[in-house]
T-cell receptor, first 115, second 112 residues
Framework: DARVTQTPRDKVTEMGQEVTMRCQPI?????VFWYRQTMMQGLELLAY????????DSGMPKDRFSAEMPDATLATLKIQPSEPRDSAVYFC?????????????FGQGTRLTVV | LAKTTQPISMDSYEGQEVNITCSHN???????ITWYQQFPSQGPRFIIQ???TKVTNEVASLFIPADRKSSTLSLPRVSLSDTAVYYC?????????????FGQGTELSVKP
C-alpha cells in the first residue's frame, strides 16, 4: 500500500531552534509539494519539486525556510530559526506531473508547535 | 488560469444527499475538474475527477454541464463521517501548470 510518509508526526520546539521535517514520497512519483495549513490561512503551497529540482518556492519565507530533495526518496523542509508564527500543520504530497493527471497523495502531516 | 468559486460552508443531516456546486467560468479546453476531500487532522484526499458529463465512483458523483462553467459534487446519503472540507480544483497537470493550489474549500458539516 503505497503512501507518503512524513516524520515527525508532532514536534514541539522552542523559539529559535532549528526544525527539520521529512517526507518520503511514493516511489516513482516525480513531483513533491510542501504545504502549510493554519486556520487563518488555509492550505498554502510553500514549495514544489519536479524530478528533484525546485521549481517554485515563492510561498516560502526565504530568510528562515529551506526545502531540499537530497534524493528521490527524501524531501526535507527546514526552519531556522523557528518562530511561534510557524506553528501549523505541514503537509507533504507527491504525484506524477503529467498531462491529464490532477491526483496528488498527501502524507499525514507534521504538527509543529513553536513555543 | 481558471478561478473557482464554491460555498464556504454547508450543513446537512445524516441520510441526505449533498450537492456542492463549484463555478469556474473561465475553464480552459484542456482543463479537468477535480475534487479533494480533507477530514480534520488529515491531508487532503483526491476523490473524483471529470472532464464532461457525469462521473461516478464509490465515493461521489460529479456532474458537469455541457458548457463546463460549473460542476456539482454529489454525495449520496451522507453520514457523520462525511464531515470534511471539500475543495474544487480546475486545471490540467494539477491546476496551475504543474502546481497544486487549494482555495478555501467548502466546509461540510453533517449533523445527526
Amino acid at each position: 500500500d503505497a503512501r507518503v510518509t512524513q516524520t515527525p508526526r508532532d514536534k514541539v520546539t522552542e523559539m529559535g531552534q532549528e526544525v527539520t521535517m521529512r517526507c518520503q514520497p511514493i516511489l516513482g512519483h516525480n513531483t513533491v509539494f510542501w504545504y502549510r495549513q493554519t486556520m487563518m490561512q488555509g492550505l498554502e503551497l510553500l514549495a514544489y519539486f519536479r524530478n528533484r529540482a525546485p521549481l517554485d518556492d515563492s510561498g516560502m519565507p526565504k530568510d528562515r525556510f529551506s526545502a531540499e530533495m537530497p534524493d528521490a526518496t527524501l524531501a526535507t523542509l527546514k526552519i531556522q530559526p523557528s518562530e511561534p508564527r510557524d506553528s501549523a500543520v505541514y503537509f507533504c504530497a507527491s504525484g506524477l506531473d503529467q498531462r491529464d493527471n490532477t491526483e496528488a497523495f498527501f502524507g499525514q502531516g507534521t504538527r509543529l508547535t513553536v513555543v | 488560469l481558471a478561478k473557482t468559486t464554491q460555498p464556504i460552508s454547508m450543513d446537512s443531516y445524516e441520510g441526505q444527499e449533498v450537492n456542492i456546486t463549484c463555478s469556474h467560468n473561465n475553464i480552459a479546453t484542456n482543463d479537468y475538474i477535480t475534487w479533494y476531500q480533507q477530514f480534520p487532522s488529515q491531508g487532503p484526499r483526491f476523490i473524483i475527477q471529470g472532464y464532461k458529463t457525469k462521473v461516478t465512483n464509490e465515493v461521489a458523483s460529479l456532474f458537469i454541464p455541457a458548457d463546463r462553467k460549473s460542476s456539482t459534487l454529489s454525495l449520496p446519503r451522507v453520514s457523520l463521517s462525511d464531515t470534511a472540507v471539500y475543495y474544487c480544483l480546475v486545471g490540467d497537470r494539477y491546476n496551475q501548470g504543474g502546481k497544486l493550489i487549494f482555495g478555501q474549500g467548502t466546509e461540510l458539516s453533517v449533523k445527526p
